[in-house]
């Protein structure tokens, strides 16, 4: 999510079961119920109940058939859900969606799905979709590592953003942290050549993660500063912008003293 220093501090509730060491553990089928599928697994987001207000039901039901899809097995045919052929870029915990939205105004060549869980976020983003008529944006309601394990193609995405997920900072829950060597893994599978995949966190134990789990990755390779490369030489070419809006809960953190930490990995061509 980008509207929240630690987006997914705010998703659905799921039902989990218990670790040996007291965390949660893996979801439940039987609470779940047959056939869930938006939450398969509690690795990246944590419980919150939320409700849609009124006006946010009535936006939803207009506008979310036509921009809007649960995570399924399918894969994605973008060209068609589109309307027209263009680089893709998935953003990874959209959040309510300001700075999806900016991005998505500012860079309309380019077809953006924001990927989330938590519904009343989601049902924020569908209103200024609407209101704005934003014609670049699809938006996905799962998880995101399921998305790209079924719905994505290799080689099939010019950009992946993640911004401000999930630190869990305590020891025994780093096990849950979105952005383990598997999942970056398959990000830089579903990139195509020179793809970018551009994070961004505000904590400074989960930075030294990623820093370590990206440059391990054998098919990306540094494009600024923080990940070994020289980002004015790539600032141009770059197939999606490296520049991020800042939204109101990052600059608490800004006010707060939190650093944040910028990464921006290409595929290597």
Known sequence: MNDAVHPHSESVPVAVTEDADGSPGAPNPRRLGA????????????SRRGALTPNQQKSWDRTWPVIGRDVADEALDTDAW???????VIEIGCGTGTATAAMARDEPHIDLIGIEVYQPGLAQLVQRIEREEIGNIRLLRGD????????IAPGSLTGVRVFFPDPWPKARHHKRRLLQPATV???ADRLR???VLHIA???????EHIAEVGAAEPLLTGLNETTGGVSAEHRDSAPIGFERPVTKF????????????????????
């Open 201 to 207: 966190t505000d904590h400074a134990g989960y930075a």
């Open 185 to 187: 893994a398959l990000i």
């Open 82 to 88: 589109f309307g027209r052929h263009a680089p893709l």
């Open 35 to 46: 056939g869930s599928r938006l939450y398969p697994r509690v690795t990246s987001f944590r």
């Open 193 to 195: 050549p020179g793809g």
């Open 144 to 151: 995101a590592v399921d998305v790209l394990e079924n719905m």
């Open 250 to 269: 990052e600059s608490k953190a800004h006010r707060a003293g939190s650093a944040i930490n910028e990464f921006i990995w290409g595929k290597i061509e």
